[in-house]
């Protein structure tokens, strides 16, 4: 159960049958460890979710912006880096913006959750945007993101998710 003093929903508090089949329509399995056993492929450590080849690893305590954070490197990736992929993503300043954009809207994809929660749970959790917040950047700056997502056929010309992965384009 979450704590109130807790800024974060973790994958323990959301609905793990629907955040599963939602990274499933990517193309992305989930692995779960036991509670307090280090996650494989976690780039920041501790609770945050982990890469290895097609599989995101994750706890009971990861954090739901986590999880998304990294499935979206998994998507928005090119297939060479996803074919050798184990823990550091990569990607520039364009595909991170990209990614943080459409982990937003994917959290739509996650009854309860949601993009208004996201944009909160990203402040909480320290991402930086140039105008002070997620939900000003993607509200304002973030178009940038947006084309990327298009031009990579990752979001359709309305900004909704296309559920699919990177392809050579």
């Known amino acids: 159960m979450k704590s109130i003093s807790d800024p974060v929903t973790r994958y323990s508090d959301s609905d793990p049958a629907a955040l599963v089949q939602l990274l499933s329509r990517f ?17 920041w450590g501790d609770e945050e979710a982990g890469l290895v080849e097609n599989t995101l690893v994750l706890r ?14 998994y998507v928005c990736m090119d297939p060479d880096r996803r074919r050798g992929l184990h823990t550091n993503a990569g990607g520039d300043y364009d595909e991170e913006n990209a990614v943080c954009y459409l982990q937003i809207l994917l959290a739509d994809e996650i009854p309860g959750f949601g993009r208004d929660r996201m944009m ?9 945007f140039r105008l002070g917040s997620a939900r000003a950047w993607f509200e304002q700056d973030s178009a940038d993101a947006k084309a990327w ?17 990177r392809s050579e384009r």
């Open 120 to 128: 909160v749970e990203m402040d909480a959790w320290g991402y930086t």
């Open 149 to 165: 997502l298009t031009a990579h056929g990752l979001i359709s010309a309305a900004g909704t998710p296309n559920f699919t992965v």
């Open 27 to 43: 193309g992305l399995n989930t692995w779960k460890e036991q509670p307090g056993q280090a996650i494989a492929g976690s780039f």
């Open 60 to 73: 009971p305590d990861t954090p739901i912006h986590s999880i998304l954070h990294e499935a979206c490197h």
